[in-house]
């Protein structure tokens, strides 16, 4: 697959990913949230991994993620990121409206075909 | 929300987290790395690869302090820190401008507190934009600002309908004799639009009710905050009953701290009912009229209704037949004769703010010239041309602000000063203090002057960056260019200032020369006000006078004794129209002003007798009547002849029942009873004691009201006062004296205005002076030291050193020679709106003017020969083999 066709991540929604990812797998460093979202859109998104660091530091100032340092896998010291309280009811919140507005976006597609 | 407040706070901290973000990302690209090594990339790659699927390890970090803080400002915080470093390296050029910047901040600032507390403070009124203030416009003697008479105010105020309220001031000195030692105070009576009018509630009690307004009813009193702190120390008192002029009034209410109506210390009011009397009252001037304007309505419309009620009522009274009306805006009528000469100086320390900014701008312009490798490496290493001129930008409002901080400390130690000046009947709404809004004030004045004299210099050195160091001196002769027009301002400006501040000196020494027609040293004069219950027989009031200055006549020290109802310089008078004996009746008549007086005033003034006699004691209400005219009258009376012997009286309304005329019996000199800015007045004097044969209650009153005038034979005219209070009290034990001035303080009060504006244009002008002189110098040094190497050249090959000199010269001295011309043009068109606001300036004296721009051009030639001179002897060899 070319670089190309890869889906641009839409804006906006790198939060929600990012949120996500926390939720489900708990605790987790910078390169564990890039490689997970990689894995699980099955390497279709192109995700510059680089604008992660940014958006976690919102997130962080946003109340909805905390940090703190720990210990990696292989004993490297590493900053690791967990989803807050607010971030949970965030996290319920961006989920209903992205599947609000995605089946909004569908059928509006659907009949116009 | 939350997001912006933490990265405010993060601005400009650079902790911990930034460090942690490189071990962050370190460990990102390691952990991709290793990655992209198990699939068989050798390590090298693998790292490429890993910081390209990165997307850059610097991009990250930038994205990343973007995100963190507030880039912008963290930006301009760098800035001020490497500001503050530049400022600390070049100190001399710091304290210079500084310096300048003080002076010309602090003299805006002080200026700012007394703009402010007059022109600004809101007055004690609601709604004050809706006050006006409203007199009788004596049309046929051009004299428009005459007190109201209560039956045209009446008419006024049934038939026009753009005001919602009008009330009239009758204002009385009346003796407060009820707890404690008589005092006169001042007591303002309003007719029943009062509370309307000033829409300002009491701190305690109420205003008057309507009944109150009725006859009869009229016994209450509000007094005013000072007097109820002073004389009753702020115990309740509503309820409580005050004896004024022997009448018993209850208080209803006090008035706020602050509040006046109208602009003197006015104590205490009580309710003026207007009767049917009153309403045919149209010829007795005696009330200030204010009223409001409806809401909704503009001032210009009411005004225009209220001219043509004006124009009915001259069509349906003979007595209004010449008067018409003239409405001010309250502020304007309280503040009028300040206003002029405030705008004056406003504009002049305006003009020095500006002197001082090209002044520092071309300071800075060269310092930014000599600073252009320095931007130039910082432009090559990837600073934009807006970043450049921040940071200049930046620079310079430091610069404005460390100058503006010590213009507040200046401005602070010059309080004491503007003090000393204020005099003491400027009608303020606050006090005149470096308050908040001054502060405020002068950090505007701050930023706006950093802006103003950085942007120039700014752009163009960072203009000069771009063409980079190899351009210096192409760079470095612009700058010069930029610098003379500079010079020319500062010149033009100076030529300005000192212009002025030359004319209102010349003024004021011509004003403190003029004769003011009378001898004010070594008197003193002082106020009594006679209760009319106690004094309803013009007799009582006769022998009142009689028995106190039988006593203070022989108090050992007192030269002579007197008494006036309208003192010189006190800004009352009186005018009536007045006829010669055997000329035919004029339409209109002519008027002149009058003075009641007792025998001895014109002594104890010591005003000059020119023909026959002045009154004595003899000249009682039974013997036949005499005046005194002065010269003014004389010619416009008599013409060449003498008026000794023949007769004079009121005319038209005013004139005595039964043809009674009074004999002219002397002549004395003119006095300038309105200052020595105007020309004296035609006046005569009648003896108090006759003046019952006049008609009109007003001249009844104002014999009850008499300004004592008592000349000593030497030392302080003050140290009398306890005598004279004595005699007072010996005639009357309740009878108080009141506003004590000696003439020689009446004197400089009016001259206060004058002399105040000629002492700051002085200051401001010297400071305007020195600044545009250090400019051009600073220009002729720059320009030599930028021409170094040429003129040792020119040396080098032989040219004699005046010439080299006479080069220098000649650069700058175009600049000062335009900047003379400019200013010269500019000076004379301001002079005639200067001398519009300042009396007594003859604007078309053109010796000063031509004095000024002599000297300012000695001035800029001797300063420029210095720096002329040191060029002159450039030793060729050194400078050439150190050029580098």
Aim: net charge positive.
């Amino acid at each position: 697959m070319s670089a190309s066709e890869k889906a641009d991540i839409l804006r906006g929604t790198l939060d929600l990913l990012v949120l996500k990812t926390l939720d489900t797998l708990g605790p987790l460093h910078g390169y564990g949230i890039a490689q997970r979202i990689q894995q699980v859109s099955g390497s279709t998104l192109s995700l510059n991994q680089g604008t992660l660091y940014p958006a976690l530091l919102r997130l962080e100032q946003r109340g909805w993620v905390q940090s703190r340092i720990g210990t990696s896998e292989n004993n490297r010291h590493a900053r690791f990121y967990s989803l807050t309280a607010t971030g949970r009811r965030q996290l319920k919140q961006a989920t209903e409206d992205w599947v609000r507005t995605s089946g909004i976006i569908n059928r509006i597609l659907r009949t116009n075909e | 929300m939350r997001e912006w407040i933490i990265r405010l706070i993060a601005v400009g901290r650079r902790g911990r987290r930034d460090e942690q973000l490189d071990d962050e990302l370190r460990f990102h690209v390691d952990e991709l790395a290793s990655d992209f090594e198990r699939r068989g990339l050798d390590p090298a790659a693998a790292h490429a690869a890993a910081e390209r699927e990165l997307g850059g390890v610097d991009r990250t970090k930038q994205a990343w302090r973007d995100q963190r803080s507030w880039l912008p400002l963290e930006e301009v915080l760098q800035d001020i820190k490497y500001g503050v470093r530049v400022l600390r390296r070049s100190r001399g050029l710091t304290a210079l401008a500084a310096v300048m910047l003080a002076v010309a901040v602090a003299a805006t600032t002080s200026l700012f507190t007394v703009v402010d507390a007059v022109l600004l403070a809101p007055l004690p009124y609601g709604r004050a934009d809706q006050l006006v203030v409203i007199f009788e416009d004596f049309l046929t003697q051009h004299a428009p600002n005459v007190s109201v008479t209560s039956g045209t105010l009446l008419e006024w105020q049934d038939r026009a309908h753009s005001f919602s309220a009008f009330t009239a001031i009758d204002q009385r000195q009346q003796n407060l004799t009820s707890d404690g030692e008589p005092q006169q105070v001042n007591v303002g009576a309003v007719s029943s639009g009062f509370g309307e009018t000033i829409r300002v509630q009491p701190v305690n009690g109420r205003l008057f009710a309507d009944a109150e307004f009725q006859p009869g009813h009229e016994h209450v009193a509000l007094i005013g905050h000072a007097l109820w702190a002073t004389r009753y120390g702020g115990a309740p008192i509503l309820g409580r009953t005050i004896v004024l002029d022997d009448r018993p009034y209850t208080v209803v209410g006090v008035m706020p701290s602050g509040f006046m109506f109208p602009t003197v210390q006015q104590q205490v009011w009580v309710p003026m009912p207007l009767t049917a009397a009153d309403r045919e009252n149209r010829s007795g001037h005696a009330l200030l009229a204010v009223a409001r304007v409806r809401d909704g309505i503009a001032v210009a419309a009411a005004d225009r209704e209220l001219h043509d009620v004006a124009a009915t009522l001259r069509r349906e009274f003979p007595e209004k037949k010449e008067w018409g009306v003239t409405v001010i805006p309250a502020r304007e009528a309280i503040v009028g004769k300040t206003t002029g000469v405030l705008r004056a100086m406003v504009g002049a320390v305006a003009l020095l703010l500006l002197v001082a900014c090209a002044n520092v701008a071309g300071l800075l312009l060269t310092h930014g010239v000599a600073r252009s490798r320095e931007l130039a490496v910082r432009m090559a290493i990837g600073a934009n041309r807006m970043r450049i001129v921040r940071q200049l930008l930046t620079e310079s409002v430091l610069l404005a602000v460390v100058g503006a901080l010590g213009g507040v400390a200046l401005a602070w130690f010059a309080q004491p000063l503007v003090d000393a000046l204020r005099p003491a009947d400027l009608v303020t709404w606050k006090p005149i203090a470096l308050d908040a809004p001054a502060l405020v004030f002068s950090a505007i004045v701050a930023i706006v002057c950093g802006a103003l004299f950085g942007t120039f210099p700014a752009l163009v050195a960072s203009r000069a960056s771009i063409a980079a160091t190899a351009s210096e001196r192409s760079a470095g002769r612009r700058a010069s260019r930029v610098r003379q027009t500079l010079v020319a301002v500062e010149v033009a400006l100076a030529v300005v200032l000192v212009a002025g501040a030359a004319l209102l000196s010349q003024t004021l020494s011509h004003m403190t020369a003029v004769e003011p027609g009378f001898r004010p040293d070594s008197v003193v004069s002082m106020t009594v006000a006679l209760p009319v219950a106690r004094y309803k027989d013009d007799r009582r009031v006769d022998l009142f006078y009689r028995s106190v200055f039988e006593r203070l006549r022989s108090i050992p020290g007192v030269r002579a004794a007197g008494a006036i109802h309208a003192l010189p310089l006190s800004g009352n008078t009186s005018v009536r129209p007045y006829r010669v004996e055997g000329a035919p009746p004029l339409d209109p008549p002519t008027i002149s002003h009058y003075r009641i007086v007792l025998p001895g005033y014109i002594e104890a003034m010591r005003i000059p007798l020119r023909a026959g006699r002045t009154f004595t004691d003899a000249d009682t209400a039974d013997r036949p009547l005499v005046a005194i005219v002065n010269e003014t009258l004389r010619r416009e009376g008599w013409g060449a002849r003498n008026p000794v012997g023949t007769r004079i009286t009121f005319a038209g309304t005013y004139a005595p029942p039964n043809e009674r005329w009074a004999e002219v019996v002397g002549v004395v000199g003119d006095v300038r009873h309105f200052g020595p800015g105007t020309p004296p007045p035609p006046e005569m004097y009648w003896p108090a004691e006759q003046i019952d044969a006049v008609p009109g209650e007003t001249l009844r009153r104002m014999r009850r009201g008499l300004t004592l005038v008592i000349s000593t034979e030497a030392g302080d005219p003050l140290a009398i006062v306890p005598s004279v209070r004595a005699a007072v009290r010996a005639a009357d034990p309740d009878q108080p004296i009141a506003n004590v001035r000696t003439m020689t303080s009446l004197m400089s009060a009016s001259l206060w205005l004058s002399r105040a504006a000629a002492w700051l244009l002085t200051v401001v002008g010297g400071a305007a002076l020195i600044f545009a002189l250090l400019g051009v110098f600073g220009a002729a040094s720059y320009s030599v030291a930028q021409r170094r190497r040429e003129l040792a050249v020119r040396l080098a090959l032989g040219a004699e050193p005046e010439r080299v000199m006479r080069l220098v010269l000649a650069g700058t001295l175009r600049g000062a020679i335009v900047g003379v011309g400019v200013g010269l043009v500019l000076a004379v068109a301001l002079r005639q709106s200067v001398a519009s606001m300042v009396v007594g300036i003859d604007p078309s004296d053109p010796w000063t003017l031509a004095l000024v721009c002599a000297s300012l051009a000695i001035a800029t030639v001797a300063t420029c020969w210095f720096p002329a001179r040191h060029a002159s002897r450039i030793d060729p060899m050194q400078t050439l083999r150190n050029a580098d």
